[in-house]
């Protein structure tokens, strides 16, 4: 479903490439996780998957293919048709990536006002429906509400409601619940589980924490420096990782012993 | 509803005490320097007799804060005073001058929104390449320029030589109302040349920086195409700081109306202003500066309400009604 091979991006200002020739997959209706410190390219990756590129100031080259179609060198207006409606991004902070004056019910409504005809009494329900699904209470009364009226937790739900109320094919997920306090990242990442085996949309999780990944992927790709180091089962990698940088990762991972020592 | 009675008695409070601290500041102003508006309205020729009895009719030979306690009491009971120069009550000398001057500053605000919001926009939407250098050198050019100078130009391009209106000759608004009007655009538009070009380039950086902002990427993300992540997202965000902005130059157009009404001949408050002081006329002073300190509070007060129709995070901060600010 969604191809990438031999990703290259370099960014104008910088001498080295932020992504140096990837190439990986995600079938339908699967969760990849993609794993690595900041700097690895993770989110560049994300971005070039996303159309969310500034394609001026930098260089990019490989294919992008999802469905057989090429994303990194699509046009705007076809990129256009595509964000949103065959992509869907959640982002980082919640806080920061809505718009702080417009009312919650709107933009999660937003990707229905643009890539469907629904009246505007249709898309409240859909939008009614899909925070829902992602398990807010009194979804009427959100609606209306403004971002700075919810916490952080309440907004990523909403974000991830924004992202699915049209069930795209294929949804990124950029470090969706770093900025979250542990319950409440352990509770979003339930429902991201959920959402994928009731809507069959294939994911790609992008975190730091090789922990939080190995609670929702069964496949994981291991990035430093620009590059994939270790791509396999989830549970592959985490019992016998292969290469150096991966076992550094799972060292890195709080256990008990250590917590007590 | 709580909320808005809060809101409202913190602005009547704030009001109060401006108007106080405005009004106790100059008849202050007026004690420190020197000046005596009897001997302004007797002339050189006055015997000392005649000083002494005008300024005890005049209550001038009281002590300071009992004549400001007195000025204070009158003014609360609706008596503004006396002229001295003209021994006219001092509203009547005033309100026609006021209803100029509100006049020329109200065309010049409507002027400024007007204009310089969508100019913004278009500024931001052309931006970069060789368009970049003469938009900001008539930008610059534009805020240069002082009104007295536009005040002259305009004077003798569109008074003396075009004759559209007469520059001097006021025609009054009982008397022509159109032709005064027209007189008070040309007024109006040399005050809000500066400021047009102040709000175009505040309002384009503003835009720009709120293009850079996280839920930008979000909205793009959406398959929003340029134009509806300017005008669903970005202008509403944009228009608070504008908003702020457009509240000062409300509150200063009046007090900056002053010299263009000089150059154009408007018999305004300004221009009025100007005289009286220079007469020691105190009751005519004192009214105008309490006006003028009620004007720049109001003008304060509709932008706060405009931004907090806008934002609702403002409408939040009023709620936590003396709360250290942050």
Redesign the interface.
Known sequence: MLEVRDLHVKFNNRDREAVGGISFRIGAGEILGLVGESGSGKTVTAMSI?G?LPRKQCSYSGDILLDGQDLLHAD?SLL??????E???V?Q?PM???????RIGEQVG??LR??TDLSKAERKEKVLRAMTSVELHDPEHLYDC?P??LSGGMLQRV?IA?AIVIEPSLLLLDEPTTALDVTIQAQILELLKKLNSELGISMLFISHNLNVVRKLCARVAVMQRGLLVETGETDQVFYHPQHPYTRQLIDAIPTRERRVR | MSTALQYTLKRLGLLLVTMLLVSFLTFLAFELVSGDPARTMLGTEATPQQLTALRHELGLDRPFLLRYLSWLAGFFSGNLGTSYSYRQPVWGLIAGKLELTLWLSLMSFVLIAVISIPLGIFSYRFTGGFANWPRTALNQLCMAVPPFFTGILFSWCFGIVLRVFTPGDFPGLREDFAASLRHLFFGAICLSIPRIAMTVRMLRSTVISEMN???V?????????RR?VLT??VL??SMVSVVTFLGQTLAELVGAGIVVEQVLGIPGLGRFLVTSISHRDYPVVQTIVVILGFWVVLAGTAADLVNQA????LR?STAELGGAGS
């Open positions: 996303a969310l705007r256009r048709k595509l964000h949103g409606r992509i869907g991004v982002f902070e920061s990536a809505m718009n702080p004056l417009m937003e990707v643009i890539h403004y700075h009226e974000m924004a | 902002k996280a839920y990427r979000t909205a793009i993300s959406r398959g929003n195409d509806t669903r997202h509403k965000n806008i934002d609702p995070r939040l």
